[in-house]
């Protein structure tokens, strides 16, 4: 498989183009993608390969590279999908909620693609719905809702329109001008159909319109954990 063949496999499994791919990965532009994909360029170099695995990294990077073995590091249920394997699948009334803490340079896909990673502790709530995991919340934006050092606890979701519940409190990552943030945040529909706009409870926040393209993972957020004291 060349080069261009590796490329056109992943904007098939993603549903993306190339310039969504150069968008994600923190490229100013896609020309590099495109003399990939029309054979200009016969190999993918390690520096985007290394941008690829950081948003995709799921993706095997000697399989990037050369071809070699597999396209993913791991076996994926569902195969045509972007969807994350369940860490919880198991029945409701057992369930052992996995509490991760999370480097925020890295995002929600550290916790979702790593499989090896370890949670740092278990929740057991009666009656809480079907969950996938649960983090501590950062920051103040959400806040009297939920405040910095508050637990939710998320279901994650596929990377489509068609997955929001508009109006609904949402986990996300997403990447801005080559960052990558974490955040907690109301999801409503934008002015443009090509963006969402994360809404915080908090009025100091204003809202903010961001493309739906720059989003790597989500979660519905389905229950929270309140610290009224941390004594």
Known sequence: ????????????????????????????????????????????????????????????KPWLLSGEGEMFKYTHDSAPNHTFSLQTDRAVDNQEVPLYDYNASAGLLAIFNDHNLEPTD??????????????????????????????????????SIDSF??????LLSFVSDGDTYTAVKYIQKADDPEKVRLVSFNPAFAPKDIPMSSITALALVKASLTFHTME
């Open 165 to 170: 519940f508009w109006g609904e409190i949402y």
């Open 122 to 159: 278990f929740l057991r709530i009666p009656n809480l719905p079907p969950v996938d995991g649960a983090i501590y919340v950062r920051g103040e934006s959400m806040s009297p809702l939920l405040k910095s050092g508050d637990i939710v606890m998320y279901k994650k979701k596929e990377l």
């Open 1 to 60: 498989m060349e080069a261009k063949d590796r490329i056109n496999t992943i904007l098939a499994y993603y549903k993306i183009n190339a310039k969504v791919l150069s968008e994600r990965i923190g490229m100013d532009r896609p020309q590099a993608i495109y003399d990939i994909i029309n054979g200009k360029t016969r190999s993918i170099t390690e520096k985007m390969a290394c941008k690829i695995i950081s948003v995709f990294s799921e993706i095997s």
